[in-house]
């Protein structure tokens, strides 16, 4: 089973800041990553596929990188709705598919 | 517009059943893959079970092999998930999720649509 990590754990910024949320994988999962954004009591979201393709209607602010086991979220300026949970996930490897524990991101 | 709609949780005994159920609209719901994924409380998200658009191909997370069964009807639009024998570490908010597809292909491994969740606790 691939393990992802995330860091940090927690992110504390300012709207108008930009944030870098890092996931690494425990072996290589090619591009096949994705990122998520989960808000209480709300449906998770996705953001990017495949590490750097943006989701349908997802903002220009939030861009993906990485290959092999190194990935980055970036959200470029922070919006007020943006403070949430960021979750990486692998498709490269499974069943099963996983999760990283992810970044919360809150308002400093 | 895309809707993904999650019943049939609730509080249930260790040893119990539940079965839940995932009413979907909007797309054409016998085209995608089809997942369940949970989260515990506190905990991260958990990929539980997917189900191939014709219902072929089935599979699940280790730690729900041979208690969980995952089925869809592509005549009502639904996905299910028979639960058995639950255990305390089963509680958590379950999501039914769409696979995703574009012009050339459909994955089963990104999960682009997402419900909001039914809660399942199992407690005594």
């Known amino acids: 089973e691939i393990v992802l990590t995330q860091s940090p754990a927690t992110l504390s910024l300012s709207p108008g800041e930009r944030a870098t949320l890092s996931c690494r994988a425990s072996q290589s999962v090619s591009s096949y990553l994705a990122w998520y954004q989960h808000k209480p009591g709300q449906a998770p979201r996705l953001l990017i596929y495949?590490?750097?393709n943006r989701a349908t209607g997802i903002p220009a602010r939030f861009s993906g990188s990485g290959s092999g086991t190194d990935f980055t979220l970036t959200i470029s300026s922070l919006e007020p709705e943006d403070f949430a949970v960021y979750y990486c996930?692998?498709?490269?490897?499974?069943?099963?598919?996983?999760f990283g524990p992810g970044t919360k991101v809150d308002i400093k | 517009e895309v809707q993904l709609v999650e019943s049939g949780g609730g509080l249930v005994q260790p040893g119990g059943s539940l079965r839940l159920s995932c009413a979907a609209s909007?797309?054409?719901?016998?085209?995608?893959?089809m997942s369940w994924v949970r989260q515990a409380p506190g905990k991260e998200l958990e990929w539980v079970a997917n189900?191939?658009?014709?219902?072929?191909?089935?599979y699940y997370v280790d730690s729900v092999k041979g208690r969980f069964t995952i089925s869809r009807d592509n005549a009502k639009n639904s996905l299910y998930l028979q639960m058995n024998s639950l255990r305390a570490e089963d509680t958590a908010v379950y999501y039914c999720?769409?696979?995703?597809?574009?012009?050339?292909?459909?994955?089963?491994?990104?999960?682009?649509?997402w419900g909001q969740g039914t809660l399942v606790t199992v407690s005594s």
């Open positions: 495949d590490a750097s």
């Open positions: 909007g797309f054409t719901f016998s085209s995608y893959w």
């Open positions: 189900i191939k658009e014709d219902g072929t191909e089935k």
């Open positions: 996930q692998q498709r490269s490897s499974w069943p099963p598919f996983t």
């Open positions: 999720a769409t696979g995703y597809c574009n012009d050339d292909n459909c994955y089963a491994g990104i999960f682009d649509y």
